[in-house]
């Protein structure tokens, strides 16, 4: 999968013991429910080889009948918001728990926000 790539080429490029957050926006992506939750499983489970990113950020186009989609594990919940604008965005956040980095409490509320 090429985004996995792309993950792979950035996180090697980020430095070790900061709350290091990448963003990848990619519209070349497009998702719709079913390809969401493989997106998913496979991002999360790619995030946790690069202990120096703490979030993940993909920003792609979808094709929409969900609101939400969630994924939970016994370390996390990863979940991508489908932003109903004429845009027609999801975002996928993903918590990598294997960071090596602490995070303050309210850093993920302040980076969704933002997000």
């Given amino acids: 999968m090429r985004i996995k790539n792309k993950l792979k080429a950035e996180a090697e490029q980020l430095p070790q013991g900061y709350l290091n957050v990448l963003v990848i926006r990619n519209a070349r992506l497009v998702v719709n429910d079913t390809s969401a939750k493989v997106l998913l499983n496979e ?17 792609s186009r979808c094709w929409r009948t969900e ?14 918001d489908i932003l109903e604008d004429l845009s027609q965005e999801a975002r996928f956040l993903i918590v990598n ?6 995070a303050p409490a309210d850093f993920f509320s302040r980076t969704e926000e933002r997000v």
């Fill in 67 to 80: 609101n939400r989609v969630v994924s939970k594990r016994d370390h996390e919940v990863v979940y991508a």
């Fill in 43 to 59: 991002l999360e489970e790619a995030v946790h080889e690069y202990p120096q990113i703490l979030l993940l950020v993909v920003v």
């Fill in 97 to 102: 728990r294997f960071c090596g980095t602490r």
